[in-house]
């Protein structure tokens, strides 16, 4: 495939942070014999409301799925029920909820570039920020750390990235339609 | 549940290759210095998921398979990530938008590609694209059932990427 396009910045800009404190993270493991009546149970869900905030995956050398949830208390109750159902028999393990805060933000070509994971985990390192989980996906990443540590860690990145000053003024908090 | 699901939208990566990463048991994470032996080798993460400490702490981040020979060369003088790497299949990326949060898409998308018997190797949400990683080989079949199971605006059909974005350092 021709590369056509070069991109650079000395200081790596983004279209702002944006976080959500107080959340609920729930990480399932799910035998691969139990996929199909999980997802059915998924889809059964009456309440459309109670939605996620991030979710995950990964497939496990011991035939089984690891699937995290990360959403709001209030919409956890609603979804709990069938998100757990009964997978915790037959291998399965449904570790207890975890309180979290979410910090996430994306910038041009994100998911294009090299650098900006490694220069995140850098700037969290100096802020001795524990991180729980790191999400890369399309042009967006996802940190997933402890409770109470999501205000301090978007203001220490926010310290540490570009954040164009349209951006960082009255569109703050705008999403395009993907990141 | 067979009522219609809307999404707007499907996208097909070109392949990638997939990096499992298995942190050390005592609770070590090695994906930071992963991310910083890409970054020298100027290899971009196309895909990555990071999370769990302790012997269940892996990690599978997705680069492009042309730059396969640089990062085995800067792996193999790093003991403990020499120890900890391993290359896995050539995957591909299949995104679909928007998810709107949404828990039965997210239970729609992984039945799909269950009951097909295709691998789902990991997943992850973004602002508002959900992403799956599945073999390369079975990607096209991937987006074909997604297209079958969901209702798509007329005349969308699965996005193939056409041109791609390389990072490099301008010489001042």
């Not at chain 2, 400490?53 to 398979?65: E, F, M, Q």
């Not at chain 2, 079958?148 to 990427?161: G, H, T």
């Amino acid at each position: 495939m021709e590369t056509i396009a070069v991109y650079w910045e000395p200081i790596i800009r983004t279209y702002g942070f944006q976080f959500r404190e107080g959340l609920v993270w729930h990480a399932l493991r799910l035998p691969l014999d139990r996929v199909d009546d999980w997802s059915r149970g998924l889809q059964g869900l009456a309440d459309p409301a109670a939605t996620f905030q991030l979710t995950w995956a990964r497939l496990d050398p011991e035939a089984s799925m690891t699937m995290s949830l990360v959403c709001e208390p209030v919409h956890w109750n609603r979804i709990r029920p069938i998100w757990i159902g009964n997978t915790a028999c037959d291998g399965g393990g449904a570790a207890p909820e975890t309180m979290v805060d979410l910090v996430w933000f994306h910038g041009p070509h994100f998911g294009d570039r090299y650098g900006i994971m490694d220069f995140t985990y850098q700037v969290l390192h100096r802020g001795q920020v524990p991180l729980l989980a790191a999400i890369c996906s399309v042009a967006s990443i996802y940190l997933v750390l402890p409770a109470g540590q999501g205000a301090a860690t978007r203001m220490l990145l926010a310290g540490a990235f570009e954040i164009p000053t349209a951006v960082n003024g009255p569109r703050q908090g705008a999403s395009p339609v993907q990141g | 549940m067979t009522d219609a699901m809307a999404i707007s939208g499907i996208k097909i990566s070109p392949p990638v290759l997939a990096l499992q990463l298995r942190s050390d048991p005592a609770t070590r994470d090695w994906t930071p210095r992963l991310c910083r032996l890409l970054t020298a080798a100027r290899v971009n993460i196309a895909f990555m998921t990071a999370a769990g400490a302790g012997s269940r702490a892996r990690t599978l981040c997705c680069i492009d398979p042309e730059q396969r020979n640089e990062v085995v060369r800067l792996i193999a003088h790093d003991p403990q990530l020499h120890a900890s790497v391993t290359f896995g299949n050539t995957m591909g990326l299949l995104t679909l938008y928007p998810h709107r949060g949404s828990i039965p898409l997210l239970g729609r998308v992984v039945q799909t590609l269950h009951e097909a018997g295709i691998p789902l190797h990991g997943l992850a949400s973004s602002i508002a694209a959900l992403t799956l990683a599945t073999d390369y080989e079975r990607l096209e079949e991937a987006a074909s059932r997604i297209v079958d199971r969901f209702d798509l605006p007329r005349n969308v059909s699965p996005l193939k990427p056409t041109f791609t974005v390389r990072q490099q350092k301008r010489a001042h």
